[in-house]
């Protein structure tokens, strides 16, 4: 087998080889540093001639909108107490706090033994004034029309008499007591006739007699109307659709006329009720649009308009109270929960917008930002119109696509970058 074995000869590298080799074997750290060195300068020279790579912001074009947010509670427009008219005793309590109600439906049975007597007590008189009707229609009235009939004949007869014994008296031949008989007789009947006519027209319909069991049958009417009215209230309805949020009740209980028993949320607008800090007054309007979540659904938005703006503040919160309306709540809603709202409260369509983090001296009136171009940042002054949360309106000064640099980059105008989209 050929090996071939290969030696480092000194001689082969010449006189200069033979001097250098051996100063960069004994000064091999101080060789490592000036490389180093040579590095960092080379990376400090290309630095200087393209610049640090920096973040820059594009001018973007679309819409902004200017919200305020707050945190609140859902409530009903307005909540209706439920009471007991009468006092009574409850005797089964039909629905539990949560439970959802329609109009007219029992919620609460009060003990109905006594009201229920009220009510026959109420049916017998009632029946007893239309049999007084009924009797004046079928005996009071018809007797009095005969006895007026017969009023009417003995009058008839009475008067005959009279003319009889007056025209004796007058040829000589009748006596001064046969006229006087005949003339009181033919009196009694005229005053017979008289309270025969006025029988019979307070018998009819009109008449005082009549008139007064009408009444009567009225008051009966009204007394029974009356008792079945209070035994209504022996069951206690909901007056409207809702949803029942507390119960005050139970079997047993003895319940009095304005004592709450049940507190019904309706059903139908929900309201969002907030505090809204004071410094943000201003910028509220009664119909500005807004965008709820409820904490316990956060992915789901839903939307509400404002529609109520206390006019006083609240000194201790330095607050002032408003309420949204929610035309279309969302099934999951539930009073008292907690939710999330962004109100908005200005909006620009179709604009130029930059990040406020870009803009130098925005509360001055002289803002401006660095914009990159030509492979420097310049100084640009601009004009401001809305400002929105961490997003600025520019009016003046920048185009859409430009690059601009943010503040906290540390860069000076006309200094040199490498731009790197955010």
């Known amino acids: 087998m050929l090996q071939t074995n290969t030696q480092f000869n000194p001689r082969a590298v010449g006189p200069v080889g033979r001097t250098f080799l051996p100063f960069l074997s004994a000064n091999k750290w101080l060789v490592a540093v000036v490389l180093v060195a040579a590095l960092v300068s080379a990376g400090l020279l290309a630095r200087w001639l393209i610049g640090p790579a920096v973040v820059v912001y594009p001018v973007v074009h679309g819409d902004l909108v200017k919200t305020v947010v707050a945190s609140g509670h859902v409530e009903s427009p307005y909540r209706v107490n439920i009471g007991s008219q009468i006092t009574g005793t409850v005797q089964d309590v039909l629905v539990g706090e949560g439970q959802s109600v329609k109009q007219g439906q029992p919620l609460v049975v009060l003990e109905p033994s006594e009201l229920n007597a009220a009510v026959v007590s109420a049916e017998g008189a009632v029946a007893e004034a239309e049999a007084r009707i009924r009797q004046m229609r079928e005996l009071t009235l018809p007797a009095a029309e005969q006895a007026q009939k017969q009023a009417e004949a003995n009058l008839v007869e009475a008067r005959a008499a009279y003319q009889r014994a007056e025209d004796l008296f ?40 009549y008139v007064m069991a009408q009444t009567a049958l009225n008051q009966a009417n009204a007394s029974l109307a009356t008792a079945k009215a209070r035994q209504d209230y022996a069951t206690i309805k909901s007056p409207r659709d809702g949803l029942l949020i507390t119960r005050n009740v139970e079997r047993g209980a003895v319940v009095q006329p304005g004592a709450a028993l049940l507190v019904l ?15 943000n007054l201003g910028l509220l309007q009664l119909g500005q649009a807004a965008r709820a979540s409820a904490d316990a659904y956060p992915d789901k938005l839903f939307d509400a308009e404002l529609t109520y703006i206390n006019p006083s503040v609240d000194i201790a919160r330095a607050s002032v109270e408003v309420k949204l309306t929610v035309a279309n709540p969302p099934p999951y809603l539930r009073q008292d929960m907690t939710v999330s709202v962004d109100i908005a409260v200005a909006r620009r369509s179709s604009t130029l917008i930059v990040p406020a983090r870009v803009v130098h001296d925005s509360t001055s009136a002289a803002p401006w930002v660095l914009a990159y171009r030509d492979g420097r940042v310049r100084e640009q002054p601009v004009r401001l119109g809305l400002r929105a949360a961490d997003q600025v309106e520019i009016l003046d000064g920048l185009a859409q696509g430009d690059l601009v640099v943010p503040v906290a980059a540390g860069v000076r105008a006309g200094q040199r970058i490498r731009p790197v989209n955010s």
């Open 265 to 279: 949320a309706p059903s139908g607008d929900v309201q969002l009720v907030l505090q809204i800090d004071e410094k």
């Open 170 to 209: 007058r040829s000589g031949f009748g006596t001064k007591q046969a006229l006087d008989e005949a003339t009181k007789n033919f009196e009694i009947a005229q005053t017979q006739l008289r309270t025969a006519e006025l029988q019979v027209y307070t018998s009819q319909p009109g008449g005082s007699d």
